[in-house]
């Protein structure tokens, strides 16, 4: 490939993704909003805000200007928060090359219409666009842990275009032509960590854990194949693979945010601490409303609601989930 690598977004997986690639010998644009950040960032070679320990290589340019950063870019890669998707693909259409592939990596559903980031991007001109998903900590990526992902795109072309230029010996990459798939499984289990999270803060235990993830997962899938996904697609990386390390690792903000959540705290309290953000908790929002929209039973989902958007105590959350009706583990169709 030609020209440079634009990573639109210097978070914490924004300059992990920076990182993993200027290690590869490519040369990286790395834009943040905030000139403050991009000046510690030449200064001192370190996110200390969201990668503290991480040093910066060489290869990687740090700007606030979307011009320079995308104006010969090869790939572009969006690391913002899925609520900023949109108004970031508008700031940045201008500059973008003709036929530029943008790579999204957010993970979450946009709060008032419900759709897909993929699908945002598309509405705002961008044709050419891929998904990157999985079980992926920036903390991890950053030190070159290995880890695995998935990329998917309708056109495979695209997908092993991507794929090529982020797969390394501690990075693989795998493709999927899934993209509903993957982008509801990687937004979904946001809402199953906040859910285990909660589950670790009252102390309830690893059986309560891992009925939550595994029943989690059967929801997820049930709303994700009813909204065009796969159901393979949830038995791989985006699907239970992401879910397993979001509900199990303190890395994660989302099971953080739900320990805080068991333990008594407050939710604006929790979000105004923790410095970056819950992704979880808009998309408990849209998840359950397309939930009743398209008659899709996620029990937890709703529970996890009524806890950050109707001030239930999570004590009650617990018994109304024990408490349901008996059922079949297993139904026609997704579990």
């Excluded at 990075?171 to 937004?187: H, I, K, L, M, S």
């Excluded at 890395?251 to 953080?256: A, G, V």
């Excluded at 929002?285 to 989902?301: F, G, Y």
Aim: a neutral charge; glycine letters at 10%; proline letters at 4%.
């Amino acid at each position: 490939m030609t020209g440079t690598i634009a990573v639109i977004g210097a978070g914490s997986w924004g300059t992990a993704l920076a990182v993993l690639l200027a290690r590869k010998g490519l040369q990286v644009n790395l834009w943040a909003r905030r000139r403050e950040l991009v000046a510690e960032l030449e200064e001192l070679r370190e996110n200390k805000a969201y990668l503290p320990g991480v040093k910066l290589p060489a290869g990687i340019r740090p700007t606030t200007d979307l011009e320079l950063t995308t104006r010969e870019a090869g790939l572009v890669v969006l690391s913002v928060p899925s609520h900023a998707v949109r108004l970031t693909a508008r700031q940045v259409k201008p500059f973008l090359p003709p036929g530029i592939i943008v790579v999204n990596t957010a993970k979450g559903l946009e709060l008032d219409t419900k759709k897909r980031l993929s699908e945002v991007l598309t509405e705002e001109g961008l044709a050419q666009v891929a998904v990157l998903s999985g079980p992926s900590h920036a903390e991890e990526v950053g030190r070159g842990l290995p880890t695995t992902v998935v990329v998917a795109a309708a056109d495979r072309q695209i997908a092993e275009y991507v794929q090529d230029i982020f797969m390394d010996p501690t990075f693989r990459v795998y493709t999927n032509p899934d993209v509903a798939g993957v982008e509801f499984g990687g937004a979904l289990k946001n809402i199953i960590a906040l859910a285990t999270g909660i589950a670790d803060g009252l102390g309830l235990g690893d059986n309560a854990r891992a009925a939550l993830m595994t029943r989690g997962m059967a929801e997820i899938a049930r709303l994700g194949v009813a909204l065009g996904g796969k159901a393979m697609t949830f038995a791989g990386l985006s699907g239970i693979g992401d879910l397993i390390v979001t509900c199990t690792s303190m890395y994660s903000r989302n099971r953080r945010a739900g320990m805080q959540l068991g333990e008594g705290k407050a939710l604006a309290e929790i979000l105004s601490g923790m410095g970056m953000v819950v992704e979880g908790v808009r998309t408990t929002a849209a998840a359950r409303d397309l939930a009743r929209q398209h008659q899709i039973r996620m029990p937890i989902t709703e529970e996890i609601y009524k806890v950050l958007y109707e001030g239930k105590p999570v004590q009650e959350c617990v018994a109304a989930l024990m408490e349901r009706p008996r059922t079949h583990e297993v139904e026609i169709g997704i579990w």
